[in-house]
C-alpha cells in the first residue's frame, strides 16, 4: 500500500487545484490511501469526505510531521500529540465522517519527556482508528539520531488494532529487524524508497522468503528512472514538474561512478529534450562499461538517507 503525500485539510475544502492533484487516485490497483493533516475536526471530517469522493479507499490522519510549518504554526501533525484532547476530537469527527477505515501516523511523542504514543495509541483505538504506524523518534529529533523500534513495542502492547513500525528502515535486513524488536504488524518505509522505487517489493520478498533480491541492473532503473520522470511532467506540468524531478533525479544517480558531475548538470537544465538525453548518455555509459549497482549496506543507506 503507498500513502498519499500529506494534503492539508482546509486546502481540501477550498478546492485548492493542486491539492485536488494530489489527492487523485491512478486507477492502478491496490489500496489508495489518503493523507490529512489538520487540527479543526469539522475542517478534517469534511476533507475526508471530499477525499472518499475522491475515491479513497482508506484515510490516514498524520500526527507525526514534525516540520515547524505544520507543527508549530498550525497546531498540526505532531503538535496533537501535545494535546491528547483534540487529537481524540480530531479521530471521532474523521471516523465518524467516512464508511472506509481510518488510521493514524503518529510520533513516539513530542520529545523524550513526553512519550506519550501507548496512550494516544488506546484513545486511537477507542475513536474507531483501525491502524497505527510509529516512527520511533519524538517530533524534537526530526530525522536525526537513531529510530527506537524497541520502543514500538509498547504501543504495540496496548491496543488490539495492528501496529506499523517506521523509521530507518533502509535494508531489507532492517524490516526484518525492525518487526521483531518491535513486535509490529508490519513496516512503513519512508526515505529507504529515494531513488529506489524497487525498494518495498524487496523488503516483501526477503520477508517471505529469506532471500535478498539484487538491484535492478541499470538498463531497467534507466527505464524506471525515465518512466518516473515523464509521469512527473504530466502529473505537474512542465515547470512544476521539472523542478520536483531534480531531486528524483539526484536520488536515482546517487553512488555511481560520476554522478556528482551528472547532478551538476541536470540541476542547471530547463530542456526536457536535453535533461533526457544527459540520462541517457550517463546511465549508457555505466551500462557499457559493465558497471553493476549493488545494494547498499546500512552504513551507506543511512549516508544516502542523511
Known amino acids: 500500500m503507498v500513502v498519499s503525500e500529506m494534503i492539508a485539510s482546509w486546502a481540501m475544502i477550498r478546492e485548492n487545484r493542486n491539492t485536488l492533484r494530489m489527492a487523485e487516485v491512478d486507477g492502478c490497483g491496490g489500496v489508495s490511501a489518503l493523507q490529512l493533516a489538520g487540527c479543526d475536526p469539522a475542517a478534517m471530517a469534511e476533507a475526508a469526505r471530499l477525499g472518499l469522493d475522491c475515491g479513497a479507499d482508506l484515510i490516514d490522519i498524520n500526527f507525526g510531521c514534525p516540520v515547524k510549518k505544520v507543527a508549530v504554526g498550525q497546531q498540526a501533525g505532531s503538535a496533537l500529540m501535545r494535546n491528547e484532547a483534540a487529537a481524540a476530537a480530531i479521530l471521532e469527527a474523521t471516523v465518524r465522517a467516512v464508511t472506509v477505515p481510518v488510521t493514524l501516523k503518529m510520533r513516539m511523542g513530542w520529545d523524550h519527556a513526553n512519550l506519550n504514543a501507548p496512550r494516544l495509541a488506546r484513545i486511537a483505538e477507542e475513536c474507531g482508528i483501525r491502524m497505527v504506524t510509529v516512527h520511533g523518534r519524538t517530533r524534537q529529533q526530526f530525522y536525526n539520531g537513531a529510530a527506537d523500534w524497541d520502543f514500538i513495542r509498547q504501543v504495540k502492547e496496548a491496543v488490539r488494532i495492528p501496529v506499523i513500525a517506521n523509521g530507518d528502515i533502509l535494508t531489507s535486513k532492517d524490516a526484518a529487524e525492525a518487526l521483531r524488536r518491535s513486535g509490529a504488524d508490519g513496516v512503513m518505509i519512508g526515505r529507504g524508497c529515494y531513488g529506489r522505487p524497487w525498494f518495498p517489493a524487496h523488503v516483501a520478498h526477503f520477508l517471505r522468503t529469506g532471500h535478498l533480491l539484487p538491484e535492478p541492473a541499470l ?66 555509459r555505466l551500462i557499457a562499461a559493465g558497471i553493476h549497482r549493488s545494494s547498499p549496506n546500512r552504513a551507506e543507506a543511512l549516508a544516502e538517507a542523511a
Open 219 to 284: 538498463s531497467e532503473q534507466k527505464s524506471i528512472l525515465l518512466s518516473h520522470y515523464a509521469a512527473m511532467l504530466s502529473q505537474f506540468g512542465r515547470d512544476a514538474g521539472m523542478r520536483l524531478a531534480r531531486k528524483h533525479l539526484a536520488w536515482y544517480s546517487r553512488g555511481l561512478p560520476g554522478s556528482a558531475e551528472f547532478r551538476a548538470s541536470v540541476m542547471r537544465l530547463a530542456d526536457i529534450p536535453v535533461v533526457v538525453r544527459l540520462v541517457h548518455e550517463f546511465y549508457d
